[in-house]
C-alpha cells in the first residue's frame, strides 16, 4: 500500500510506550504506525516522555531513539497549572457559553510540549502527512494550527462538553484530514462541526487472530466459579465505579458466587462486600489477557465514552459476549453488527442480562462465535489498511 | 418503582450489519419487556439497588424515564437503616464476638442516635418527595410544551 506522494509521515501521539497500553487511542495510534512502517513508509513518532494519564510527569528519557521498530522522539511535557486546569475544566463543561479566554488558558495548562512543538516547527514541512491524535490535548490542536493542510486529525472523539468548545470546532475544520475509529464517531463528528458528508475516512483498528485456551485462565489461579472480566483504565470516566457496585448487588441479589477479574490500571476503590471476589491483574502480557477473556462468562465494558472499544473485539476474538452500557452508542451498534453482545441501561437489565449469560451456555457460545467472525470480518488488517491508506489520501501539504 | 421506564433506544440503522434481524436486539428487548413487568410487580422495589445507581450518571442524562425510575426507588431508600443486624466485622480473627460488640454498643448508643435519625429522616423523605413532585410537574409541563410546539410546527393541510 503506497498513496502517491506520501512517504514520510510523522505521528504526533501524547504518550507512547513500547510495552503494554498506555490508552486505547494511543494503542490505535502506534498500531497504524507500526502498520505504516511495515509497509515501507517512513515513520516518525513525535511524543511525550510521560506515560501516567493522571500524573504527567516527565518519567522516560527525551531524545531520539527506536521504540517498538519506530524512529521516535521523546519530549518533555511542559510544566503546568493542574489545580487551575480543573476549575477551567469544570467551567467549561457546566453548560454555559464558553469564554474563549478560558478555553486558551485551560489548552495552555493542559497537555503541551512546547519543545515538541518548538521541533514539529523546523521539521513538520519534510513530512507529507502528519497523523495527530487523540484531540484533547493541546499539543495537537496546536499541531493542526502549525500544519493544518497536511495533518490527518484521528480525534477519538466522544460526545462529552469538551467536543463542544469552539477551539475543537475550529480544529476540525482546519485538518486537512480525518480518521475516525467507527461510523458513529464519524456520524458524531458530522453532527457537531456541520461537516460535509464525504468528509473522515473510517479506519479503525485491526486485530490480529488469536486462539486463547478458555480453561488455562481458571486452571492457573484455581477459579471453580464463574467470572466476568474488565479490561482497561479503572476510573470514574469508564465507568468501573458502577460495574463495581453492580457486581457487589448481583451477588447480594441473586447470591450467584460471579467473580471479577480485573486487568489493566488505575486505583480500584472496591466496596468491602466484593473485594474478596476480585482478582485483580493489572498490567498483563496479551496472551494472558487472552486467556482471562476467553474464559469470562461477559466481557462487561460500562464505559459510555468510547469512539471504538479495542477491547470489545480483542474479547469478541476470544469468543467472549459482551455487556456493554446503553448510553454508548458506539459500543450498542458494536453489539448490534456483531450480533455479539447485550446492552443494559440500569441495574435491572444488568441482572437480567447476566443471569441470561451465566445460564445459558449455549447462547454465550453462539454470541461469541458471532463475535469472533465479526472481527475477523470487519477489523482483519488488510481491510483496515486499506481504509488507512485512503485516510492519508486526504489533505496535501498546503500548509 | 415506575412502571413505564423507558430505556435508551438502539439507534442502529443495521445498515452494516450482515445479520438484519440480529439476535441480540430481540434479546435486548425481552430484558426490557421482562424489567418492565418486574417493576409494575414492585420486583425492583429495593433500596440497595438505588444505592448502585448512584454511578450511572450516563443514564440520567442519556435516558429520559431514567429519573422518574430512580425516583420511586429513592422513596424507599431515603431512611437510615437502623438495624443492627447489618452490622459485620472484616477481620477474621474473634469476627462474630467483635460483630456482636459492636451490635451491643450501637444499640446502647440509640438514646443518643436516635435524636438524630429522628430529626434526618423526615428531611431525607420531604426531600425526595418534593424533587420527586418536581421532576413529575416539569415533565408535564414540558410535555404539554412539546405537543403545542408540535402542533405550531405541523403545517396545515
Partial sequence: MRPSGVSRIAFVIPRFSEHGTVGGAETLLKCHAQRLAAAGRRVTVLTT??????????????????????????FPVDPRDAALWERLSLRL?????????DEDLWLRNGWNSSALCRHLASHGAGFDRIVAGPYLFGLVIETVRMFAGRTVLTP??????????????????????????????????????????????VVGMGIDDFDADPRAFAR?????????????????????PLLFDYLTLFRERTGRDVKLVLTGNGEVVIPPALRPHVIDLGFVSETEKYEAMAGAVAFIHPS????????????????????????????????????????????????AELILLLDQPELRDRLGNNGREFVRRAYAWPAVDRRLLQALTQGGPSA | ?????????????????????????DLVAQVRAAVEDGLRAGGYRDARIVRAERWNQAAFH??????????????????????????????????????????????????????LWEQQNPVNAALAATTATLERTVSARIDRLEQALNRLEVPPS
Fill in chain 1, 156 to 201: 477519538c472523539l466522544h460526545d462529552e462538553p469538551f467536543a463542544y468548545l469552539a477551539v475543537v470546532r475550529e480544529m476540525f475544520a482546519a485538518a486537512g484530514g480525518l480518521v475516525f475509529n467507527t461510523a458513529t464517531e464519524h456520524d458524531l463528528a458530522r453532527k457537531l462541526y456541520r461537516l460535509p458528508p464525504d468528509r473522515g475516512v
Fill in chain 1, 93 to 101: 463543561t457546566s453548560g454555559r457559553p464558553s469564554d474563549p479566554r
Fill in chain 2, 1 to 25: 418503582m415506575h412502571s413505564s421506564l423507558k430505556t435508551v433506544p438502539d439507534g442502529s440503522d443495521g445498515s452494516d450489519v450482515a445479520d438484519p434481524c440480529p439476535e441480540v436486539r
Fill in chain 1, 49 to 74: 516522555c510521560a506515560t501516567d494519564h493522571v500524573s504527567w510527569a516527565n518519567v522516560l528519557p527525551a531524545g531520539r531513539r527506536e521504540v517498538a521498530g519506530l524512529d521516535a522522539h521523546f
Fill in chain 1, 220 to 240: 492457573r489461579a484455581g477459579l471453580t466459579s464463574p467470572y466476568v472480566i474488565y479490561s482497561g483504565r479503572r476510573e470514574e470516566g469508564k465507568g468501573t
Fill in chain 2, 62 to 115: 442519556g435516558d429520559a424515564r431514567f429519573l422518574t425510575y430512580y425516583l420511586d426507588g429513592l422513596r424507599g431508600a431515603v431512611f437510615v437503616d437502623l438495624d443492627p443486624a447489618g452490622i459485620r466485622e472484616r477481620r477474621r480473627r474473634l469476627r462474630g464476638v467483635l460483630a456482636t460488640f459492636k451490635r451491643c454498643v450501637w444499640r446502647m448508643l440509640g438514646f443518643y442516635s436516635a435524636r
Fill in chain 1, 304 to 351: 459510555v465514552l468510547e469512539s471504538l472499544g479495542i477491547v470489545l473485539l480483542e474479547a469478541w476474538m476470544a469468543r467472549t459476549p459482551t455487556l456493554v452500557h446503553a448510553c454508548s452508542p458506539v459500543l450498542r451498534r458494536q453489539c448490534v453488527r456483531a450480533n455479539a453482545g447485550l446492552w443494559f441501561s440500569n441495574y435491572p437489565e444488568f441482572e
